[in-house]
């Protein structure tokens, strides 16, 4: 097997089958910091972009024009070419090996497989659900451990065959030998049952990390092209919670349950075996398969019932922690510890119940299986040993019988023992499929806009919340020019924030237009429009990585000369050098509790001034920053002025005296707009 990196063959194929989608999305198809994929990679980046797959083993010189551009590959023999085109005598192609070039005669005697790559008519829209089509990427993958399950089958079937065969044809005519042929035997047809078993776990090893991979890169990509709105307001939210709650209970996926479903052709096979050896003995295990599924038809309802009580309390449980945590300093300060015990004792208690009495119902599901299967087990050896007795049945032939039986009860009963969590794996896939089947944000590209020179208009905007009736912004008009600073004022819940969720396009409009540069911004991709923007929000947010790391979300290629300068730009280098590593410091999840306020507030403003963009957007930006920083900041904003368009949210006198125009609001209404000094004149009363 070759170890070739088919990364190589993405870019010779993209070119020759014209693809000319947004960068974002061949970003978000290609798995996140891989240098290396294979071809199942590639067919699945693929399969994101919008592409069907087709293939076929063919000679080259039976290689269709019409069938033109493909991939064509020998592993074997190291050919990894994107044919692009048919001549009377060659084949012109690109070597995925180092993207040169090359011509070879149709008449070249070679073999491989082609890979077409068809472009969906309608790629975003499917009539299946999100499950089936990922079953539908996996088919390929599945029949490798269900043929090792049914191989490991067939050896435990010829143990009893052996033996049986041996009693018969060796034992009476060359008895010396019997010993070391059975041992000969057995204990070929025992390794080559612990191969099947071995090379089967491997590929269900590798099918489960597979399909992990896909449904975990499937989730994080749904989400991050669902719109703010959607994720912040809507149902996604708990579902997601949940989600993640069945992952964090490695229940997202269930190994054990893959694995026994695996086995459900092994079984078939057995009963058709078992139906051919012990013809009437196949009515036990048939009898005893109608039994067990009426029981757990039974027990079903009452474990899904107790499965969801379970989930809420853990639930609760997980929420209260994750309450403590946040309020640790204040339950300190209230010297409330004592009381707060005792609410999370009672939540764990609930907890604990649920779980018990979910057991408890498991543990009698099982108990009657696996009383059912040995009831069953005793059956047929007497029902086999009387039609021994009356010469329908061999000895050997028994014993074949009770190892299928064996096999087959044994697999029902690990089946029967995974129906506890069919309910979650229920809920699992029903929560993805609502998740997957929500409209994701619009990526219309009527307009594209490279770089833009900052003017910001705002029209007549009307906004209100899904869930709210009042009106949280209402006929707000604005006009940013290039270079120009607007400061926005305003009582609290005066709808500051939500005018720049709507200049960031984290919130949708009801009614007027917001332009940048005279385009509407509701006709731009809002992922490619935000990054035309540096934004630095009221509340800083830091992810777990270094803070070098975290200055790259906003740039990805900046150096890390360019970091210092924006730390530099902002008075934060003092404190950089005193960190032990530097720009390469870790954050973790306590990050808030470990540096200030004022340190991760101008973080937040580097963030926002490394990106290298005209128009910056600041919403209270120096609200828990020192004197001295707040100086460096107020210069920053100075030099900004003629240069960048800049939107800041303050309260600050000394930031609103640096504004040329100003934006009063109150209560969702734009009270007044205007220069720097008829406004403040106005606010003082002073006005003429």
Not at 157 to 166: A, E, Y
Not at 288 to 299: N, S
Not at 323 to 352: F, I, K, M, P
Not at 582 to 605: D, M, P, R, V, W
């Amino acid at each position: 097997m070759t170890s070739f990196n088919y990364i190589n063959c993405l870019k010779p194929l993209l070119r020759t089958l014209g693809w000319q989608g947004a960068s974002r999305r061949l970003f978000e198809a290609v798995p996140h910091d891989v240098t290396e994929i294979d071809l199942v990679d590639l067919k699945n980046i693929f399969v994101n972009l919008g592409y069907t797959c087709y293939s076929k083993t063919v000679k080259l010189s039976k290689l269709s024009r019409s069938f033109l551009p493909t991939l064509f590959i020998n592993e074997a023999k190291g050919v990894f070419w994107v044919i692009y085109e048919r001549t009377e005598k060659d084949f012109l192609y690109i070597d995925c090996r180092n993207g040169e070039k090359a011509a070879i005669l149709v008449t070249k005697k070679l073999k491989g497989v082609r890979y077409n790559f068809i472009k969906d008519l309608h790629p975003d829209v499917s009539l299946k659900s999100w499950v089936h089509r990922l079953f539908d990427r996996l088919t390929a993958d599945l029949w490798q451990p269900v043929f090792m399950a049914l191989l490991g089958g067939l050896g435990t079937l010829t143990v009893p065959l052996f033996v049986q065969f041996m009693y018969d044809k060796v034992m009476l005519t060359q008895s010396e030998k019997i010993v070391p042929y059975c041992v000969g035997g057995l204990g070929l047809i025992f390794l080559s049952m612990a191969l099947f078993a071995h090379i089967k776990n491997r590929y269900l090893s590798y099918l489960v990390a597979r399909l992990t991979v896909l449904v975990n890169n499937n989730i994080d990509r749904q989400l991050l092209l669902l719109s703010p709105s959607q994720v912040k307001e809507g149902s996604i939210g708990d579902h997601m919670l949940k989600l993640r709650q069945l992952d964090q209970g490695r229940l997202m996926i269930p190994a054990s349950l893959i694995g026994v479903l695996i086995e459900l052709p092994a079984i078939i096979l057995a009963m058709i075996i078992m139906a051919m050896i012990g013809q009437k003995l196949v009515i036990i295990p048939l009898l005893a398969m109608g039994l067990l599924l009426t029981l757990v038809k039974v027990y079903y309802g009452r474990l899904n019932s107790l499965t969801a009580k379970a989930v809420a309390a853990h639930k609760i449980s997980s929420n209260f922690m994750n309450e403590t945590q946040l309020n640790l300093e204040t339950l300190r300060n209230l010297a409330a510890g004592y009381v707060w015990s005792e609410r999370s004792r009672a939540h764990l208690s609930d907890a604990v119940v649920q779980d018990r009495a979910l057991s408890d119902k498991i543990a009698q599901l099982s108990t009657w299986s696996l009383s059912i299967l040995k009831g069953a087990g005793v059956f047929t050896i007497c029902w086999g040993i009387q039609q021994i007795k009356q010469g329908d049945l061999t000895v050997g032939a028994l014993m074949a019988v009770s190892v299928l039986m064996g096999q087959i009860f044994w697999s029902l009963y690990s089946l029967v023992g995974q129906v506890h969590s069919l309910p979650l794996l229920h809920e699992t896939v029903s929560k993805i499929n609502q998740l997957m089947s929500e409209s994701v944000e619009g990526m219309p590209a009527l307009q594209s806009i490279i770089k833009p020179q900052g003017h910001l208009s705002v029209d007549d905007v009307y906004c209100r919340y899904s869930e709210q009736s009042k009106m949280a912004l209402q006929g707000v008009h604005m006009e940013a020019k290039p270079g120009e600073i607007i400061a926005i004022i305003g009582q609290n819940a005066s709808g500051k924030s939500t005018f720049v969720r709507l200049l960031m396009q984290l919130q949708q409009p009801l009614s007027g237009e917001i332009k940048l540069d005279g385009v509407n911004i509701n006709t731009l991709d809002p992922m490619t429009y935000r990054k035309l923007i540096g934004y630095a929000p009221s509340v800083p947010q830091f992810f777990v990585g270094t803070i070098a790391q975290n200055m790259r979300l906003a740039q990805p290629e900046a150096t890390d000369k360019e970091i210092l300068q924006a730390f530099e730009q902002i008075g934060l280098m003092e404190e950089i050098q005193k960190l032990p590593h530097g720009i390469h410091t870790g954050l973790s999840e306590q990050y808030q509790q470990t540096y200030s306020a004022g340190f991760l507030q101008k973080l937040n403003l580097a963030r926002a001034l490394i990106r290298d963009s005209n128009i910056l957007i600041f919403d209270e930006p120096a609200g828990n920053i020192d004197f001295k920083s707040d100086a460096i900041f107020k210069n920053t904003i100075q030099n900004l002025k003629g240069k960048k368009t800049v939107i800041i949210v303050t309260h600050r006198p000394s930031i609103i005296n640096l504004a040329d125009r100003i934006l009063v609001l109150n209560q969702g209404i734009m009270r007044l707009f205007g220069p720097r000094e008829q406004i403040l004149n106005i606010l003082a009363g002073n006005a003429a």
